[in-house]
Nanobody, 131 residues
Framework: QVQLVESGGGSVQAGGSLRLSCAAS???????????MGWFRQAPGKEREGVAA????????YYADSVKGRFTISQDNAKNTLYLQMNSLKPEDTAMYYC?????????????????????WGQGTQVTVSS
């Protein structure tokens, strides 16, 4: 069973930075192939939205328009870890951030990624940005 564990959330002032990490376990490419990993977020009263994704094989990256130029997604295959570097944070970035993995080729359609396009989810890590 694929397991995803996020860390790195916290509280920061507007303009600050945070780096989220997602440790993945329970899969190998031959058994539970993971083709794409990504970050989603959900603010109170809002739907979960895609933030960024990375193709685990080719390394192509995808971003929501709202975070382009501020957030960077990356992966360390040796450590089975996904990262999200978040710079120039804004109060509207406040949300629970979730790590996700997809077991089918591709990463879905960005920038309008759907929650249903990903099959495994972490428990989330809270990010709070104050003005």
């Amino acid at each position: 069973q694929v397991q995803l564990v996020e860390s790195g959330g916290g509280s920061v002032q507007a303009g600050g930075s945070l780096r989220l990490s997602c440790a993945a376990s329970g899969y190998t490419y031959s058994i539970y192939s993971i083709f794409c990993m990504g970050w989603f977020r959900q603010a109170p009263g809002k739907e979960r939205e895609g933030v960024a994704a990375i193709n685990t094989g080719g390394g192509s990256t995808y971003y929501a328009d709202s975070v382009k130029g501020r957030f960077t997604i990356s992966q360390d295959n040796a450590k089975n870890t996904l990262y999200l570097q978040m710079n120039s944070l804004k109060p509207e970035d406040t949300a629970m951030y979730y790590c996700a993995a997809r077991r089918r080729p591709g990463c879905g359609i960005w920038p309008n990624a759907r929650e249903a396009d990903f099959h495994y989810w972490g428990q989330g890590t809270q990010v709070t940005v104050s003005s």
